[in-house]
C-alpha cells in the first residue's frame, strides 16, 4: 500500500510542477508589478512544495517511513487545501480539471496512511 502511495505523491509532484509552471506563465503575461511578482512567487512556491513531496515519496515513502508519511501528509495537505478553497471552491478553476490535485493527494494520503497502520498492527 505504501509504495502506491509513493508513486501517487510523485504523481502529484509532477501535477503539480505542471500547474507550478501555468502559474508562471499566467504571471509571464502580467505587467511587471506586485502581481506579476505574487504570481511569480505562488509559481516557485508550488514547484517548491511539488519537488519536495515527490523526494520524500522515492526517499521515504516507498520505504513505507514514518517521517516520510508525516512530511508528505503536511505538505500536499497545505498545499491543497489552500487550493482548494482559495480557487477550487470559489470557482476560479473548473472542478474537472482542478479536482486532480485534490483527487491524488487523498488517494496518495489513503494508501500511505494504510501502509504506515500495517505497520502499527
Known amino acids: 500500500m505504501h509504495q502506491i502511495g509513493a508513486v501517487l505523491y510523485v504523481g502529484w509532484g509532477l501535477f503539480h510542477l505542471l500547474a507550478a509552471y501555468q502559474v508562471y506563465k499566467l504571471g509571464s503575461g502580467m505587467p511587471a ?29 516507498w520505504h513505507n517511513s514514518s517521517l516520510g508519511y508525516w512530511l508528505n501528509l503536511a505538505a500536499a ?26 483527487t491524488l493527494w487523498l488517494l496518495a494520503t489513503s494508501f500511505s496512511t494504510l501502509g504506515v497502520l500495517a505497520i502499527a498492527a
Do not use: C, K
Not at 508589478?33 to 515513502?61: D, E
Open 77 to 102: 495537505s497545505v498545499t491543497d487545501i489552500g487550493f482548494i478553497i482559495f480557487i477550487l471552491a470559489p470557482g476560479h478553476a473548473p472542478a474537472r480539471l482542478g479536482s486532480v490535485g485534490p
Open 33 to 61: 508589478g506586485m502581481v506579476q511578482g505574487r504570481l511569480f512567487q505562488s509559481a516557485w512556491n508550488l514547484a517548491y512544495f511539488a519537488l519536495f513531496v515527490s523526494v520524500v515519496a522515492v526517499v521515504y515513502n
